[in-house]
């Protein structure tokens, strides 16, 4: 099933040179089906930045159809001609294009035929794919010290760089961390245990400053489809993230 993306109000998908790892894809590539939900970026008039959409169907090489855009409970009303940016997970990749409104319809429900899209741009996700983050945390070496301020600077599904001016301790040390990941403009908190792997020391004119690699330990089903769904969200809105 189809897991939905969260895009930046005017990020142009098509600004990114072709990659191996951000490229040009198929229609079925998507492997979309009928109730699989998408996201797509309204336009700026519908006072409505992102909002959520199902498959209905489509015809190849005419139009896709999904139903009418909704935020909770309210309908956002789209417009022929209105442009929109649409985004979805499937599988093992994530997945944008562009598309026009020809034509929004209300009977017998409520649904939108969006024109075939002529390109789409994917990102292959791989298990342990980093992306580049400045996410302020908290962390405390074992042995109940008190937390201090960190930095993340990149996230995997399996673990993440930290920034730190406290010295955390040594390889395979267990530390604690507390941060909160932006998920659909809802800041989702995180308490998650760690393991340091490797460790980083670089002086400058304020001290030492620490570089972490840590790999998480025991992740929790709910905390892992957090950290999951950060990265797709980040891999398919800002590729140039991604390490």
Excluded: W
């Excluded at 909002?51 to 005419?62: Q, T």
């Excluded at 930095?151 to 406290?166: D, F, K, M, Q, V």
């Excluded at 020391?201 to 089903?221: K, M, S, T």
């Amino acid at each position: 099933m189809t897991e939905p993306m969260t895009p930046p109000p005017h990020e142009d998908v098509a600004s990114t040179a072709p990659t191996e790892e951000h490229r040009g894809f198929s229609f079925e590539d998507m492997h979309l089906a009928v109730g699989d939900r998408l996201q797509i970026e309204c336009p700026t008039a519908t006072g409505t930045s992102r909002a959520f959409v199902r498959v209905v169907g489509y015809m190849e090489h005419l139009s896709v159809l999904v139903t009418a855009p909704m935020v909770g409970n309210r309908r956002i009303e789209l417009v022929e001609n209105d442009l929109v940016v649409v985004r979805v997970f499937s599988r093992k990749n994530a997945f944008a294009f562009r598309a026009s409104v020809l034509r929004s319809c209300r009977l017998p429900f409520h649904y939108v035929h969006l024109s075939f899209p002529a390109v789409i741009q994917g990102s292959v996700i791989r298990k342990a794919t980093r992306v580049r983050t400045e996410l302020p945390a908290m962390v405390g070496a074992e042995g109940g010290a008190e937390a201090q301020p960190a930095t993340i600077l990149n996230i995997s599904a399996t673990g993440l760089l930290l920034r730190t001016r406290a010295a955390l301790g040594d390889r395979d040390t267990h530390i604690r961390l507390q941060f909160e990941l932006p998920l659909h403009e809802i800041d989702a908190p995180l308490a998650l245990d760690a393991s340091i792997r490797n460790v980083r020391e670089e002086a400058d004119e304020e001290g030492i400053e620490y570089q972490y690699g840590v790999d998480f330990l025991d992740l929790q089903p709910n905390d892992r489809m957090l950290v999951k769904g950060f990265v797709y969200q980040t891999i398919i809105e800002h590729p140039r993230q991604v390490i």
